[in-house]
């Protein structure tokens, strides 16, 4: 079993940062891709970017040169370090890892706005 628990988020203007976290317990030695993804009201879920365990990333095209993922293996965390955010970033936010054993874990999301 894998658990995750994130955490930032909140209200930012447009053009601001905010950096979300997600900490990661459980059976950390079966997780191979690490990632985030993202849900806006009435739309689908995206996934906005990816962490494989050596070091590869991959994001959705919208926020490629934003955003920036990165993976803590000696402390089992993934951060999302999001930059020049937009209204169009507005949604709620999850982490999940995937194991070795193709099983998907989620965190419990947590919500970006951004507006002024």
């Known amino acids: 079993q894998v658990q995750l628990v994130q955490s930032g988020g909140g209200l930012v203007q447009p053009g601001g940062s905010l950096r979300l976290s997600c900490a990661v317990s459980?059976?950390?030695?079966?997780?191979?891709?690490m990632a985030w993804s993202r849900q806006a009201p009435g739309k689908q879920r995206d996934l906005v970017a990816t962490i494989a365990a050596d070091g590869r990333t991959t994001y959705l095209d919208s926020v490629k040169e934003r955003f920036a993922i990165s993976r803590d293996n000696a402390k089992n965390m993934v951060f999302l370090q999001m930059n020049s955010l937009k209204p169009d970033d507005t949604a709620v936010y999850y982490c999940?890892?995937?194991?070795?054993?193709?099983?998907?874990?989620w965190g419990q999301g947590t919500q970006v706005t951004v507006s002024s």
């Open positions: 999940y890892v995937i194991t070795t054993r193709l099983t998907a874990y």
């Open positions: 459980g059976s950390t030695d079966i997780i191979s891709l």
